[in-house]
C-alpha cells in the first residue's frame, strides 16, 4: 500500500506543489462516493487558472501604464486642462474628486491628470485631508468619505450556511442508491404487506440515510466556522497611521482614501497611494507587474500600488483608492476562490481510501453475485425458477443494499476528511496558545520537524531593550535609570551635543505624544532603547530633528549590518551619522574622541581598548552598538553613497535584551524529542554564544560559527561542520538560507526557522516549515511564513511542535480504527454470504457501523490534545512511513480476533445461547450486530495509544472522545432494544448483552498483548 501511494500520492509537498502534482492524485482516485465532499479542503484549480490568467493581464496593464508614465514625463510642460467635472454627490459629501478619478492617477500612473489636479497636495486638499496632521476624527465624514469612496475590503465568497453542507451530504452516490433501494423497498413492500409493515424495511434505511446525512453535515459546518475564524485572524494586518495628528496603529482595513499611512522596509503597501516624504524607497512590484526590478518611489514618481512590498527605505503616503477599487483587490478576491493547497496526509489518506476503496467495490459486486446465485440455487433446487413474487423481489433489493452499503462502509471517505477535521482543531488549540496557522500542511508537518534554526532577539529573548553599559571617550560606564543623567555632566558639551545629535537623527524611531499627553516611544527595541538612552542624558529629539535637515536615509539592513543618516547642518556643511554592528562600524573608523572631547587618531592601543570592550559587554551577553560620525565634503552629493570609511568613533553601548523565561525548559525539551535547536543571529558571536549558553543551546562538543567564516568554507568542510553547528553569529540571509537548504536536501532533515525581517522571506519560502514573528515581523516575512508566532516566544514553537505531533499521531490513530472495521466488516459480510447465502449485518446496521467509525471515530480520535509523553519520542523526520508497521501489527491483530469470534458466533451460536424456532436467526443476528459494535467501542479505546498499554490515562480530560462513547452505547441500546422493525433487531436478554459487552470488552487486553509483540 505505502508503495502504491509513493507512485502517485507523494509527489505533492507540504509547500510549493506543482499543478501537474495537484491534478495527478485528483486523476487516480477512482472510487469517490462524494466529490463535493471529498474534494472540499483541497485547491480549487480552474479558479487559480482564472486567478493566473487575470493576473497576467495585470501586469500586463500596468507595465504598460508605466512606460507611458515615464513617456510623459518629457512632455510634461504642454498640460492641458482636463475637462473633469465633479459628480454631484461627491460635491455634496464635500470633496472635490471622485473615487474613479482617484484610481485612474494611481493605477495608470496618469502624471497629467496629477499635476492638473495640483499634485499630491492638491489631491489633499480635494480629500479635505492634511499631508501632516491626516484626516480628523469627525465621524459623520468618516462615514461620508466611507460611502463616497469604499472600505479597504475585498470582496469574499459568501459563507456557506448549514443547509448547502446537508445537501453537499446527500450528493453521496452511494447514499443515493440506498435511497433508491427504499423507495423501491416501500413500494413494494406496501403492496406485499400493506402500511405499516411493508414501510419498515424501506423507511429504516431512510432513517438511517439521514441520520448519517445529518451528523455528517453537523461536523463539516463545524470544521468550516473554525476555518472562518482562523481566516478572520490571519487577516489582521495593522499599519501605522497618522490621524487627527496622531500616530497610532490601525487595521489596514480601517484606511479610507486621505490617510495618511507610515510605511517602511518590510511592510505590504495596504492600499493604492501618492508619496508624500520619505528616503530610499524602493517597492517590489512583482505581485502586481510581474518586474523582478524593485523601482524607485519619489516626488518625481510617487505612485504607489496596493499589495506591492517595500524593499527598503521608508515613507509617508496618502492612501487615494482602496478595496474592489484597486487592481489588488480584485485579483484578491479571485485568488480566494482558488482555496488553499491540500496537505500531504491529506492525499495520502485519499490514495488510502481509492485503494480499499477498489478491493470494497470488488468484495461488494462478488458478495452481491454470490448472494444472488444462492438465491437462485434454491428456486432451482425448489423448482419454482419460473414463477419470481414480490418476496423474491424484496430479498434481491435487500441483497443489492447490502451489496451497496458494504461500499459504503468500505470506501473509508472519511479518511481525508479527518485530517481536515484533526487540523481545524489543532489550529483552533494552536491560536490560543499564540501560534496563528497560515498553511494548513504545517500542522502535520511541524510533527516531523528535526531541526528548528532559531533567531536570537525577541524569540530566545524578550526584545525590551535598555542600554546598560557605554564606552564614550574611552570611559566605560555602568548605566542604570538612576546614574543615567549624571553621564551627561561626566562628558565634555561637545560630545554629548554629537552623541545626542547622532542617536536622535540615525534612528528609525520617533518620540510623540500620545492621546493621552503622555511621552510615547515608537520604534525597534534597538531605537527605542537608544531614544530613552538620549533621552536620559538630557536629549530633546524634536530640537535635535528641528536643527538639523536630514538629507539621505540608508535604513539598517541585515547585509550591511549598520544604518547611515546624512545631515544638513545649520551652520552649513553635511554631517554622516552611521550606527550599527560594533567591529564593522569600528573597522570603519580612524578617529576617536578622547576623554576632553578632542578628535584624535585611533591607535592600536585604542582600537584593542575598544575591542575588548566589545568582547566583555558581549561576553555579558549585551548586543553591542558603536556609534560614529563623518564630515563630508562640499562636493558629496545625495545621489552618491554614504561613506564606508574615515569616520570618527563617538562611542560603543551595550544593550541589555534578557532571555525569556522558559526558553532553557523548552529547549531541553526539543532536545529531548529529538529536535536540535541551532541559533542564527546577526549578533556578535560573544553575545550569541553567552545566550546561547544561556539557553542551553551550546553544547560542549557544539560549533559557533561567524557568517563570513561559513561563507568561506568549502563544500566538503560544510558536510562536516553543519551537523556540530549551534549558532552561527554575524549571519547575513543568505548564510541561513544555505544552512537551511543544506540541512533539507544533503541531511534530509525536516527544519523550521524563525524569520522576522524582510531579507529573511528566502529562508522561511525555503524551510520546510517558516516561523514568522508576529510582533518583531514584517508582512513580507509573514507572508512568506506558514506559522506566525504571534507572541515571539521560542516556547510557543515548541507548542507548535508538539501539537503537530499531535495532529500526526491523531490520525494514525485514526486510521488504524477505521481500517479495523472495514476489513472486519467487509470479510464477515463476504464470507458469510459465501457460506450461508446470507450476510448477518443488514444495510441499516451498516450504515450505522459507517457512522461510528466515520464521522464519530474521526471526533473521537482525531480530536485528542497533546501530552507532554509526544516530546519523549524522536521525531518521524522525512521518510518514514505513515501506515507503521505497529499500526499494522494492530490493525491485523484485531481484525483477526473480531472476525473469528463473529465466525464463532455465527458457526456455534445458536447451539451455545439454544436459540430455536422462527426468531433464532434474527436474535443470533441481533447479538453478532451487538458484539461487533461493542467491538469497535473497545478498540476505539485502545485505539487511544498504538504502543502504550495504558489506554486510560487522561480519557477524561478530552470530553469529546468520552461523549463519542457514551452516545454509541447510548444509540446501541436504543437501535436494538426499541427500533427493531426498522433496523432488523430483537431485544436480547440480560445474559446475552453481558455477552456481547464482554466479548468486546476482550478486545481490550488482546490489544494490549498485541503491544507486546515486537515489530
Known amino acids: 500500500m505505502e508503495s502504491y ?9 507540504a509547500k510549493h506543489s506543482s499543478e501537474e502534482a495537484l491534478q495527478k492524485w485528483r486523476n487516480l482516485c477512482g472510487v469517490v462516493k462524494n466529490p463535493k465532499r471529498r474534494f472540499r479542503f483541497t485547491a480549487n484549480l480552474s479558479k487559480r487558472i482564472e486567478a493566473a490568467a487575470m493576473r497576467r493581464t495585470n501586469q500586463e496593464k500596468l507595465r504598460i501604464a508605466v512606460l507611458v508614465s515615464k513617456a510623459a514625463f518629457q512632455f510634461i510642460q504642454g498640460v492641458q ?24 492617477i494611481v493605477e495608470g500612473h496618469d502624471v497629467k491628470k496629477l499635476k492638473f489636479h495640483g499634485g499630491v497636495d492638491g489631491l489633499a486638499e480635494k480629500l479635505c485631508t492634511s499631508v501632516t496632521n491626516g484626516l480628523t476624527l469627525d465621524t459623520n465624514l468618516l462615514n461620508r468619505r466611507q460611502e463616497i469612496y469604499g472600505v479597504n475590503k475585498f470582496t469574499e465568497s459568501e459563507p456557506r450556511g448549514f443547509w448547502i453542507f446537508v445537501w453537499e451530504a446527500l ?41 448519517v446525512v445529518f451528523v455528517t453535515a453537523i461536523s463539516d459546518y463545524r470544521q468550516s466556522l473554525q476555518f472562518k475564524d482562523l481566516d478572520k485572524e490571519k487577516k489582521k494586518i495593522s499599519i501605522h497611521v497618522t490621524r487627527n495628528g496622531y500616530r497610532q496603529k490601525m487595521s489596514i482595513y480601517d484606511l479610507l482614501p486621505g490617510d495618511i499611512v507610515h510605511l517602511s522596509i518590510g511592510d505590504q503597501v495596504p492600499a493604492d497611494g501618492l508619496f508624500v516624504s520619505g528616503f530610499s524607497m524602493l517597492i517590489d512590484e512583482s ?27 521608508s515613507c509617508k503616503m496618502l492612501v487615494t483608492t482602496v478595496g474592489m477599487r484597486t487592481q489588488w483587490g480584485k485579483l484578491m478576491a479571485t485568488l480566494s476562490e ?13 490514495g488510502v481510501a481509492t485503494i480499499i476503496g477498489k478491493i470494497g467495490l470488488f468484495f461488494a459486486i462478488v458478495t452481491f453475485a454470490v448472494l444472488v446465485q444462492g438465491l437462485v440455487s434454491r428456486k432451482l433446487r425448489e423448482g419454482t425458477h419460473w414463477s419470481w413474487n414480490g418476496d423474491d423481489a424484496l430479498e434481491l433489493l435487500e441483497f443489492f443494499a447490502v451489496a451497496v452499503t458494504i461500499v459504503v462502509v468500505a470506501v473509508p471517505e472519511g479518511l481525508p476528511l479527518a485530517v481536515t477535521l484533526s487540523l481545524a482543531f489543532a489550529m483552533k488549540k494552536m491560536m490560543n496558545e499564540k501560534a496563528l496557522v497560515r498553511n494548513l500542511a504545517a500542522c502535520e508537518t511541524m510533527g516531523s520537524a528535526t531541526n528548528i534554526c532559531s533567531d536570537k532577539t525577541g524569540t530566545l529573548t524578550t526584545n525590551r531593550m535598555t542600554v546598560v553599559k557605554s564606552c564614550i571617550c574611552m570611559n566605560v560606564k555602568e548605566l542604570s535609570a538612576s546614574n543615567a543623567s549624571s553621564l551627561c555632566s561626566e562628558l565634555p558639551a561637545s560630545v554629548v551635543k554629537i552623541l545626542t545629535q547622532s542617536i536622535f537623527n540615525n534612528n528609525g524611531g520617533e518620540v510623540v505624544v500620545n492621546k493621552n499627553g503622555k511621552r510615547e516611544i515608537l520604534g525597534t527595541p534597538t531605537d527605542a532603547a537608544l531614544l530613552e538612552f538620549g533621552l536620559s542624558v538630557g536629549g530633546d529629539f524634536h530640537a535635535e530633528r528641528q536643527a538639523t535637515k536630514i538629507v539621505k536615509v540608508e535604513p539598517f539592513n541585515s547585509v550591511k549590518k549598520r544604518m ?62 558603536c556609534l560614529a560620525y563623518i564630515e563630508l565634503e562640499r562636493g558629496f552629493s545625495i545621489e552618491d553613497n554614504i561613506p564606508v570609511s574615515g569616520y570618527t568613533c563617538i562611542g560603543i553601548v551595550g544593550i541589555k535584551d534578557p532571555v525569556r523565561p522558559g526558553v532553557k525548559e523548552s529547549v531541553a525539551v526539543c532536545r529531548s524529542a529529538g529536535i536540535t535547536v541551532r541559533m542564527v543571529t546577526g549578533d556578535n558571536i560573544n553575545t550569541a554564544k553567552a545566550i546561547a549558553r544561556e539557553c542551553g543551546i551550546l553544547t560542549d562538543d557544539g560549533i559557533a560559527i561567524e557568517g563570513p567564516d561559513f561563507r568561506e568554507k568549502k563544500e566538503e568542510e560544510l558536510l562536516k561542520i553543519i551537523p556540530k553547528i549551534q549558532v552561527m553569529a554575524r549571519s547575513s540571509p543568505l548564510d541561513k538560507h544555505t544552512l537551511v537548504k543544506h540541512l533539507r536536501t544533503t541531511f534530509q532533515e ?101 457512522m461510528i467509525m466515520d464521522t464519530l471515530g474521526a471526533l473521537a480520535l482525531a480530536t485528542e490534545p497533546p501530552t507532554d ?38 458457526a456455534k451460536g445458536k447451539a451455545i445461547f439454544r436459540l430455536d424456532g422462527p426468531d433464532s436467526d434474527l436474535i443470533l443476528n441481533t447479538l453478532i450486530f451487538n458484539t461487533f459494535v461493542f467491538c469497535q467501542v473497545f478498540n476505539e479505546i485502545s485505539s487511544r495509544e498504538m504502543e502504550e498499554i495504558d489506554v486510560l490515562k487522561g480519557i477524561l480530560d478530552n470530553y469529546v472522545f468520552v461523549a463519542v462513547i457514551g452516545c454509541t452505547v447510548f444509540f446501541q441500546i436504543i437501535i436494538v432494544e426499541f427500533l427493531g422493525t426498522f433496523a432488523n433487531t430483537t431485544p436480547l436478554s440480560f445474559a446475552q448483552w453481558f455477552l456481547s459487552v464482554f466479548i468486546g470488552f476482550l478486545g481490550m487486553p488482546i490489544a494490549a498483548g498485541l503491544k507486546m509483540i515486537p515489530v
Not at 785 to 808: E, H, M, Q
Open 564 to 625: 547611515g543618516v546624512v545631515l544638513e547642518l545649520p551652520e552649513g556643511g553635511l554631517r554622516a551619522h552611521t550606527k550599527g554592528a560594533s567591529e564593522i562600524v569600528l573597522a570603519h573608523c580612524d578617529k576617536m574622541i578622547n576623554s576632553s572631547g578632542e578628535i584624535v587618531p585611533l591607535d592600536d592601543a585604542s582600537i584593542n581598548h575598544l575591542k575588548t570592550t566589545i568582547d566583555e559587554f558581549a561576553s555579558e551577553a549585551l548586543r553591542t552598538l
Open 750 to 850: 525536516v527544519v523550521a526557522v524563525t524569520g522576522d525581517g524582510t531579507n529573511d522571506a528566502p529562508a522561511l519560502h525555503e524551510a520546510d516549515i517558516g516561523l514568522a514573528m508576529g510582533i518583531a515581523g514584517t508582512e513580507v516575512a509573514k507572508e512568506s511564513a506558514d506559522v506566525i508566532i504571534l507572541d515571539d516566544n521560542f516556547s510557543t514553537i515548541v507548542t507548535v511542535a508538539k501539537w503537530g505531533r499531535s495532529v500526526y499521531i491523531n490520525i494514525q490513530k485514526f486510521v488504524q480504527f477505521q481500517l479495523t472495521v472495514n476489513v472486519v466488516a467487509l470479510i464477515v459480510n463476504f464470507t458469510s454470504a459465501c457460506l450461508t447465502g446470507t450476510a448477518p449485518l443488514t444495510a441499516v446496521q451498516l450504515l450505522w457501523v459507517n
Open 869 to 906: 509523553d509526544l516530546m519523549k519520542h524522536a521525531p518521524v523526520g522525512r521518510k518514514g512511513n505513515f501506515i507503521s508497521n505497529v499500526m499494522w501489527r494492530n490493525i491485523l491483530g484485531q481484525s483477526f480476533y473480531q472476525f473469528m469470534i463473529i465466525w464463532f458466533l455465527q
Open 171 to 211: 450528493q453521496d452516490m452511494t447514499l443515493m442508491i440506498l435511497g433508491v433501494c427504499a423507495f423501491v423497498s416501500l413500494i413494494v413492500g406496501i403492496a406485499m404487506e400493506g402500511w405499516p409493515k411493508g414501510a419498515h424495511d424501506g423507511l429504516g434505511i431512510v432513517a438511517s440515510i439521514m441520520l
Open 338 to 350: 482558488g482555496g488553499d493547497d491540500e496537505t500531504p496526509l491529506q492525499v495520502k489518506l485519499n
Open 5 to 13: 501511494m509513493n507512485e502517485g500520492f507523494v509527489a505533492v509537498k
Open 81 to 104: 486642462p482636463s475637462d473633469y467635472a465633479v459628480p454631484e454627490e461627491v460635491k455634496a459629501a464635500g470633496f472635490q474628486i471622485c473615487g474613479d478619478e482617484l484610481g485612474s
Open 287 to 313: 505581485s502586481l507587474t510581474g518586474e523582478s526590478e524593485p523601482v524607485m518611489i519619489t516626488k518625481e514618481n510617487p505612485f504607489l500600488l496596493s499589495g506591492t512590498k517595500v524593499q527598503d527605505g
